[in-house]
T-cell receptor
C-alpha cells in the first residue's frame, strides 16, 4: 500500500532563510508526487507537481526515486509562505491522492 | 470562476443522528472525490466518482457512510447514526480532465456531540 510521510509537524524559520519541507513516500510502482498548500482560512490548493518540474512562488521539489523523497525547497523564505503544506502521492490505478500528515511552515521576522 | 462549494460549512450533530453533506463541483468536472480530515491529520480518501458512477468506495470507514452523485454533478455524502469518531472536516474535490489535479472545496466541519 502507498504511504506518505512528513516527519515534521512544525517548521519555524526566519524570513530570508532557506526552507526544506521533507516528504518521503512508499509505493512499489511509478509515483506521481504533488505538494498542496493551505493558507490561513483558505482552501487546500495545488502548489506544484513533480512531473512539470516548474518553480511556483519560488518553491521547487525534485523527485528522488533512490531515496523515495520529494522534498520541497525554497532558498529564501517569505512571510507569506507561512501555511500548512501537504505532500501527496497519486497512483493512477486508484485515481486517488494519498496525503501526508502535513507540515506547518511558520516564517518569522 | 466558481470553485467547488460545500454546504453546510459547519454541522453539529448529536450522536446517533443522520447527516447529509453536499458538494457542488466545478461545472463540467468529471471526477469527484470525498476526503475525511481528522484534526492534525492529512486528508484521507473516502470515495471517488467518475460522472455518476462510484468507481471506488474503498475508503468509506463503515456501512454508515454512503455517497451518491445521481446526475453526475452534485454529490451528497450521508452519514447514518453518527458517532463521535466521525467528527472531522469533510472535503470534496473535483477534477477534469486529469484526476490528479484536484480542486478542493472549503470543507464541512462536522462535530458529533
Amino acid at each position: 500500500a502507498q504511504r506518505v510521510t512528513q516527519p515534521e509537524k512544525l517548521l519555524s524559520v526566519f524570513k530570508g532563510a532557506p526552507v526544506e519541507l521533507k516528504c518521503n513516500y512508499s509505493y512499489s510502482g511509478s509515483p506521481e508526487l504533488f505538494w498542496y498548500v493551505q493558507y490561513s482560512r483558505q482552501r487546500l490548493q495545488l502548489l506544484l507537481r513533480h512531473i512539470s518540474r516548474e518553480s511556483i512562488k519560488g518553491f521547487t521539489a525534485d523527485l528522488n526515486k533512490g531515496e523515495t523523497s520529494f522534498h520541497l525547497k525554497k532558498p529564501f523564505a517569505q512571510e507569506e509562505d507561512s501555511a500548512m503544506y501537504y505532500c501527496a502521492l497519486y497512483t493512477g490505478t486508484a485515481s486517488k491522492l494519498t496525503f501526508g500528515t502535513g507540515t506547518r511552515l511558520q516564517v518569522t521576522l | 470562476g466558481a470553485g467547488v462549494s460545500q454546504s453546510p460549512r459547519y454541522k453539529v450533530a448529536k450522536r446517533g443522528q443522520d447527516v447529509a453533506l453536499r458538494c457542488d463541483p466545478i461545472s463540467g468536472h468529471v471526477s469527484l472525490f470525498w476526503y475525511q480530515q481528522a484534526l492534525g491529520q492529512g486528508p484521507e480518501f473516502l470515495t471517488y466518482f467518475q460522472n455518476e458512477a462510484q468507481l471506488d468506495k474503498s475508503g468509506l470507514p463503515s456501512d454508515r457512510f454512503f455517497a451518491e452523485r445521481p446526475e453526475g454533478s452534485v454529490s451528497t455524502l450521508k452519514i447514518q447514526r453518527t458517532q463521535q469518531e466521525d467528527s472531522a472536516v469533510y472535503l470534496c474535490a473535483s477534477s477534469s480532465p486529469q484526476p490528479y489535479e484536484q480542486y478542493f472545496g472549503p470543507g464541512t466541519r462536522l462535530t458529533v456531540t
